[in-house]
């Protein structure tokens, strides 16, 4: 199903940048993510944590802030967001709980969720509200395309989806050139990661279906068979190089089919200096996050959104260097959104990445640095030193 998805996805948007092209409007060397289809601005209220915000997104979107204050909720958000457009709703809401644990401080505080999302040129927006039986069902669902926006006649159209009081999107498949369709691609390929999982009984160091192989997996699961699908690209070589950087020992991965199984790959990689081979539990967990955070990060295709939560956990202070500079990297090519707790991390970064994240009067209150913050400080503290010397927001 989620290779369906992709090929739609693409197909769509290259069709749609096809046409954008011909009316003089873009081209394909400005497709970046500086333009078509970016995650501009962010609306939401009532969901969790957060009680009301309003938030601009760039490229790079690096959140800090003390534990506790919403930073995980703000990501969770993406994640409801996908079971949302995959008309999953009700079963990821039932799974969670119910509607209870959604409603930031529950019914008696909190009538619905209301969400606002802007994507150039469209927009999409939501209000789902509570049922006596604990379910979250729609009130509104719309889209919006601004036809002004891409210089295209029409003015403002809005495309009306889920009717109320239904229980699933509206949202049709990432498969048409219309409005609805294009959103409904970019929230499908919103991509949450999270390599903490290292221990022995890890979906990392099992085998994986060589043919999941389209995403790299949340967790990492397919990461071998992933590998073993882009292993003919440059993409690859960088990765392995970049492995190398951080274990010299490293040579290479053994990307073989299983024997007796044709349909199966491990993760097996090659010592320096030896004809043997190893296999994902010969890997220290640090190693481990990091060659899964190095195939995200230079992959040949990224998703619409990279979201990480804390990606620098368990990573030598070398290694949070070298992520930092993919970060960057892949920046330019998709959107990420990233919390830390990391100090070494943040320093690496500008003023105009951070979004500071703070409890105020209860509530996840998101903010961006302005240059007047911390423009007397540039010359002598990166922003993870002023972070720590609590010279900026974001601390306890």
């Not at 601009?56 to 909720?73: A, Q």
């Not at 008309?87 to 969670?96: F, N």
């Not at 499908?188 to 999982?197: G, L, P, S």
């Not at 999941?212 to 990765?239: C, H, M, W």
Request: glycine content about 6%; hydrophobic content about 35%.
């Amino acid at each position: 199903m989620e290779n369906k998805i992709y090929s739609r996805v693409n197909r769509s948007r290259s069709l749609l940048l096809n046409l954008y092209s011909n009316r003089g409007v873009w081209s394909k060397q400005e497709d970046n993510m500086g333009d078509f289809g970016k995650l501009n601005k962010i609306k939401l209220s009532g969901f969790k944590s957060i009680r009301e915000m309003e938030l601009d997104l760039t490229s790079l979107n690096i959140l800090i802030g003390p534990n506790g204050v919403g930073k995980s909720n703000f990501i969770h958000f993406f994640r409801f967001m996908n079971q949302l457009r995959s008309k999953e709703l009700q079963i990821y809401v039932s799974q969670k709980g119910t509607a209870e644990r959604f409603l930031h401080f529950g019914e008696k505080e909190t009538k619905s969720i209301q969400a606002h999302l802007q994507f150039d040129p469209n927009e999409y927006k939501v209000e789902l509200v509570p049922t006596q039986e604990g379910k979250l069902i729609f009130k509104s669902e719309e889209v919006i395309f601004n036809a002004d926006k891409i210089r295209y006649q029409g003015g403002i159209k809005r495309f009306s989806l889920a009717n109320a009081g239904q229980e699933e999107s509206g949202l049709p498949p990432p498969s048409t050139l219309t409005a609805a369709s294009h959103v409904s691609g970019y929230i499908a390929d919103w991509k949450i990661y999270h390599f903490h999982d290292t221990s022995d009984t890890s979906a990392l160091k099992k085998v994986s279906n060589i043919n999941d192989n389209v995403r790299l997996s949340p967790q990492g699961e397919n990461l071998a068979a992933f590998l073993f699908s882009i292993q003919r690209t440059t993409e690859y070589q960088k990765i392995v190089e970049t492995i190398q950087r951080v274990a010299p020992f490293f040579q290479d991965f053994i990307l073989i089919p299983d024997k007796n199984n044709i349909d199966q790959i491990r993760l097996r990689w090659k010592h320096k200096g030896s004809d043997s081979y190893f296999d994902a539990n010969s890997l220290s967990d640090g190693t481990l996050r990091f060659i899964c955070l190095t195939t995200l990060l230079l992959q040949p295709y990224h998703p619409t959104v990279i979201l990480l939560d804390e990606p620098e956990l368990g990573l030598h202070p070398y290694a949070i260097h070298l992520l930092a500079a993919m970060i960057k990297s892949a920046s330019t090519k998709t959107q990420i959104i990233a919390s830390t707790q990391s100090v070494t991390l943040a320093n690496q970064f500008e003023w105009q990445n951070i979004v500071i994240v703070e409890q105020k009067d209860g509530a996840s209150h998101f903010s961006r640095l302005e240059e007047s913050d911390v423009k007397i400080w540039l010359d002598d503290y990166k922003m993870g030193e002023l972070w720590e010397k609590n010279l900026i927001r974001g601390t306890p």
